[in-house]
């Protein structure tokens, strides 16, 4: 089976991770399994100072996992790598029927570009993007080949995420 990828792309304060987290629970309630990969900036941090977890790493491992009953996690530092390619996260994946992948503009994976009028950027992506297959914004989007979604409308993007990446 190959692995399903769909992006959300936008410039910062478009909207991209109120609409992952509404596609995922749209996605999940038609039955389908669903994993997300973010893009986050370079100094994020899931981990908090104090934790055993935090100290692990402070003390050099270059791999932590935290282990549950009820989830698991692993966090890798990089120290002397480069950022790992998208490839890199998918092929780390546990199987799922689609991957959502939020943020990495530059990929080349079918993706919806994010607008909003108080975003940070009003460039549309869609100029030199051809990954791009079509546009959730917040006002009216003229002009464009690629077809424009309000972007509260979670239902009809769920569809075409469904027919772009053939789960259905």
């Given at each position: 089976?190959?692995?399903?990828?769909?992006?959300v792309?936008?410039?910062?304060?478009?909207?991209?991770?109120?609409?992952?987290?509404?596609?995922?629970?749209?996605?999940?309630?038609?039955?389908?399994?669903?994993?997300?990969?973010?893009?986050a900036?370079?100094?994020?941090?899931?981990?908090?100072?104090?934790?055993?977890?935090?100290?692990?790493?402070?003390?050099?491992a270059?791999?932590?996992?935290?282990?549950?009953?009820?989830?698991?996690?692993?966090?890798?530092?990089?120290?002397e790598?480069?950022?790992?390619?998208?490839?890199?996260?998918?092929?780390?994946?546990?199987?799922?029927?689609?991957?959502?992948?939020?943020?990495?503009?530059?990929?080349?994976?079918?993706?919806?570009?994010?607008?909003?009028?108080?975003?940070?950027?009003?460039?549309?992506?869609?100029?030199?993007?051809?990954?791009?297959?079509?546009?959730?914004?917040?006002?009216?989007?003229?002009?464009?080949?690629?077809?424009?979604?309000?972007?509260?409308?979670?239902?009809?993007?769920?569809?075409?995420?469904?027919?772009?990446?053939g789960?259905?």
């Amino acid at each position: 089976m190959t692995m399903r990828v769909f992006g959300v792309t936008g410039w910062k304060n478009s909207g991209k991770t109120t609409l992952v987290e509404a596609l995922v629970h749209e996605l999940t309630a038609r039955g389908w399994k669903v994993a997300t990969v973010k893009h986050a900036h370079h100094d994020f941090d899931i981990d908090k100072e104090g934790t055993d977890s935090f100290r692990h790493r402070k003390a050099g491992a270059t791999e932590v996992a935290i282990v549950s009953g009820r989830r698991w996690a692993l966090m890798h530092e990089l120290v002397e790598e480069e950022e790992p390619t998208l490839e890199d996260v998918l092929s780390r994946l546990s199987p799922a029927d689609i991957v959502l992948v939020e943020g990495y503009k530059r990929g080349s994976h079918r993706k919806i570009e994010t607008r909003r009028l108080q975003a940070k950027d009003r460039n549309p992506l869609t100029a030199t993007d051809a990954h791009i297959a079509a546009i959730a914004a917040d006002h009216p989007v003229t002009g464009e080949i690629v077809p424009a979604f309000d972007l509260d409308d979670i239902n009809g993007i769920a569809d075409l995420i469904e027919r772009q990446t053939g789960l259905k």
